[in-house]
């Protein structure tokens, strides 16, 4: 079966994908078959045609991610590698933290990266994002890397 691979000139991401008989129909009736990949804070949309060349493709930005969106620019790869690890668990008394970020802070087990966190705690990559940065500044937290094999 034919395929389309796209590389997506925002991120670099390369997208491979197989296109159905829904996908097909539509191509042959419409001359023009759009195909969106999610992409964290855009989205890759492709517009290929029956012969699956691709016609156009057009970068969107994502409303919802932008909405929670941190001051720093990052990638959801990105927080798969980042684990925030306790590093000074005595800078917590007499920090006022408020209810979200004790709750991103008793996730915090030197394991989980930053998007494990948010997924537990069902805020958002930003909001768990702006919050270890916070944590950081106030010299409780640190973000390292993951390590290999870990
Ligand atoms: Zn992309």
């Known amino acids: 079966m034919a395929r389309i691979r796209i590389r997506c000139q925002k ?5 491979i994908y197989e296109p159905d008989a ?3 129909r539509r191509a042959e009736e419409i001359g ?3 195909i969106s990949f999610h992409h964290g804070d855009h989205v890759l ?3 290929f045609d029956r012969n699956l060349h691709i016609r156009r493709t057009t970068i969107y ?6 909405r929670a969106r941190p001051s720093v620019s990052v990638t959801g790869a990105f927080l ?3 684990v925030p690890s306790i590093v000074n668990p005595s800078a917590i008394e007499g920090t ?9 802070l008793s ?3 030197g394991r989980r990266s930053i998007s494990e966190i948010a997924m537990a705690s069902g805020l958002s990559d930003g909001e768990v994002l702006n919050i270890l940065m916070r944590l950081e500044k106030l010299g409780i937290v640190r973000v390292g890397r993951r390590r290999v094999g870990a």
């Open 11 to 15: 991120c670099g991401k390369v997208e």
């Open 22 to 24: 829904e996908d097909l």
């Open 32 to 34: 023009l078959t759009p």
């Open 45 to 47: 949309v492709v517009y």
């Open 61 to 66: 930005k994502s409303v919802e991610e932008e």
């Open 80 to 82: 798969k590698v980042r």
């Open 96 to 104: 006022g933290l408020k209810e979200d970020e004790k709750a991103v």
């Open 107 to 109: 996730l915090i087990d």
